[in-house]
């Protein structure tokens, strides 16, 4: 075990690379990552008693009972990469392409770099991924592995914050450990609560955890002291440290204007030069784990899917049933729901599976944030809300897909369909924000057969995918022997006098198949194709079809911007065949769904009218 002494010496090789790979990047951020540098040493290298805190073997980085270590204050990027070239994991040639166009060293930490956690750089984030990673390593792995998150003074006026702070309170996490550095600066002045560590810790224990003051954050014998107390408390923690911004620098130490800016080469040399002598050749090795694995369930098989033809089930049903049905399947899944698994019918797998259902309340930031933490330990995260809610997680959900993770989303309660609620609970914006997502998936079934089949297609898929499901009943059009592949789509109807086809998703194809049948008796065939599958999009046959029709007709509860007739039109670019689109265009208002339908222009006889003006 390093002595103080060594510790120190750590400490000066960090503010060296931190100084020399931010100046020859000509960017980033040294002053917020200096004032951290004893804190985070403190962390992998210290011990008090003869405990070490952090616990990790960088040769077996997946190790379920490794620590965790996630950098909320993701700007901090160079003191991050600086720990792990303390530990020998990176070479100091490596550390000097730090920003460069190709390095693995990027401004803000993402999965191109192997010991990151979860991307971060998107402030107020790290602590709700943390609370995900503690949860599985106390409720559903059993393992002493803590989870450690340095985090900003600046970012704890973000809500999510107290949403992941409140939460991991209610599960008693006390393998959570907070280390708040207090550098008083932030990126245009002084923050909310300056050096007041006072206002912290009251903050802190009133949202009931463990507050554990720390005077001065570069005296390494208080920080040891600290993190001893904190990983004896009995519920989560959190260090409050005070520390000076940009400390070892004498012209930037606790001044203003510094924030993101870069030394030049000679106050850099200045400032190395102050630093005293420098050990370039230091490292220290890590304190390895308990090399302790969870018991695992082998995947089993699971029973086809049950429903009659023609009987009206909501799809949101039958995304319950199918979270129960397919769980023995795929034993790695978690289940999070906004405290409305009652109305997304996730309670039917919690009722089923407790220990695997976590109730994230009212804090949709806070789940989709513990819902990466859930995917970056190699779990299958389910998370489900109204689909019009997840847009208060917007900014955690685009994030994630730099971690590059594999995770689910759901959303109920889509489209003006839901009647009477009104326009507040209406998710109509949601499939053009998670069309925008790198790899994403968006899937948006018709009936609760498809919809039980393409929550099975999610379980595997490798990236993010989005599950729209309806509040009402729509009939059962689908037999068990279908499958629906992520990417395919179905054509339900079609003939050789086709004179349009209806391109259709969820409560609308419905509609649409109702609309060709009335047609199809007034003489007029029409062809009707269940795009079940937004994103991708089954190019090909919409490419077919438009070589054999007049026109093609999108419909579609859902804004027009962003939606299912715009992902056919992008397939069907520079093609001559013309596409009308009937989406929602009106103001949303409370009313039943037959006359919201009615009102947006969505209903069999609003189809029925366009494709006889068109055709």
């Known amino acids: 075990m390093p002595d103080i002494a060594r510790l120190q010496g750590m400490a000066r090789l960090l503010r060296y690379w931190i100084l020399t790979a931010t100046t020859q990047a000509g960017s980033g951020h040294p002053t917020s990552s200096l004032s951290a540098v004893e804190l985070m040493a403190g962390l992998l290298w210290g011990e008090k008693g003869g405990r070490r805190f952090f616990r990790f073997d960088p040769e077996e980085r997946d190790h379920p009972a490794n620590d965790r270590l996630i950098f909320s204050k993701g700007h901090a990027s160079p003191l991050f990469y600086s720990l792990w070239a303390g530990a020998g994991q990176v070479d100091e040639d490596e550390l000097m392409t730090y920003r460069h166009f190709g390095s693995r060293m990027e401004g803000h930490p993402t999965s191109s770099f192997p010991f990151t956690e979860a991307a971060t750089g998107s402030l107020g984030q790290g602590l709700a991924v943390g609370l995900g ?129 870069a030394l030049d080469q000679e106050a850099c040399d200045r400032a190395v030069a102050d630093l005293g002598e420098v050990d370039r050749d230091l490292r220290l090795e890590l304190a390895p784990p308990e090399y302790r694995r969870p018991n695992r369930r ?74 990466l933490g859930f995917a970056a330990k190699g779990k299958r995260p389910f998370a489900s809300t109204f689909a019009a809610f997840w847009s208060r997680a917007s900014d955690f959900i685009r994030m994630a897909q730099y971690s590059e993770p594999s995770m689910v989303f759901c959303g109920s309660h889509a489209g003006v369909s839901i009647g009477e609620d009104g326009p507040s609970q209406m998710g109509l914006e949601d499939m053009a924000f998670f069309r925008t997502l790198l790899g994403s998936a968006v899937l948006y079934p018709s009936d609760a057969m498809s919809c039980e089949r393409l929550v099975e297609e999610a379980a595997g898929f490798e990236g993010m995918a989005y599950i729209r499901t309806t509040r009402g009943g729509t009939p059962v059009i689908y037999g068990p022997e279908e499958t629906f592949p992520i990417g395919g789509c179905k054509v339900l109807r079609r003939t050789a006098a086709d004179k349009a086809a209806l391109v259709a998703a969820g409560v609308t194809l419905h509609e649409a198949l109702d609309a060709a049948a009335e047609l199809a008796e007034e003489g007029i065939s029409v062809r009707v194709i269940d ?11 919409l490419l077919e079809t438009a070589g054999e029709v007049g026109a093609i007709i999108t419909i579609e509860d859902h804004y027009a911007a962003g939606g299912l007739g715009e992902a056919v039109l992008s397939a069907l670019a520079g093609h001559p065949c013309p596409v009308h689109s009937l989406a929602v265009t009106k103001k949303a208002r409370s009313g039943p769904s037959r006359e919201q339908l009615e009102h947006q222009g969505l209903s069999k006889d609003a189809i029925i009218r366009k494709v006889k003006e068109v055709a």
């Open 133 to 261: 990673m503690a949860l599985d390593a106390k409720r559903v792995d059993g393992l002493p592995a803590n989870v450690f998150v340095l985090l900003g003074d600046s970012e704890m006026a973000e809500g999510s914050q107290w949403e992941a702070m409140q939460l991991a309170a209610h599960y008693g996490l006390d393998n959570l450990v907070g280390v708040l550095d207090v550098n008083r600066l932030g990126q245009r002045g002084e923050t909310m609560h300056g050096h007041d560590l006072a206002v912290y810790e009251r903050k802190v224990g009133a949202f009931g955890w463990e507050a554990v003051v720390v005077e001065d954050g570069h005296d390494l014998e208080q920080v040891a002291d600290a993190y001893a107390r904190a990983l004896e408390a009995d519920r989560p923690a959190m260090l409050i440290a005070r520390t000076v911004k940009g400390k070892g620098v004498a012209e930037a130490e606790d001044k203003n204007g510094w924030h993101g800016k």
């Open 298 to 371: 082998s995947p089993g098989g699971i029973e086809p899917p049950e429903y009659g033809m023609g009987d009206k089930v909501p799809t949101r049903k039958a995304y319950g049933n199918a979270l129960k049905r397919i769980f023995p399947a795929h034993p790695e899944m978690v289940v999070l729901d906004g405290e409305v698994s009652n109305s997304t019918k996730a309670a039917a797998f919690k009722e089923a599976h407790p220990e695997r259902f976590f109730e994230m309340f009212i804090a949709e930031q806070a789940m989709a944030g513990a819902a």
């Open 531 to 541: 795009l079940y599958s937004v994103k991708p999009v089954d190019r090909d046959t």
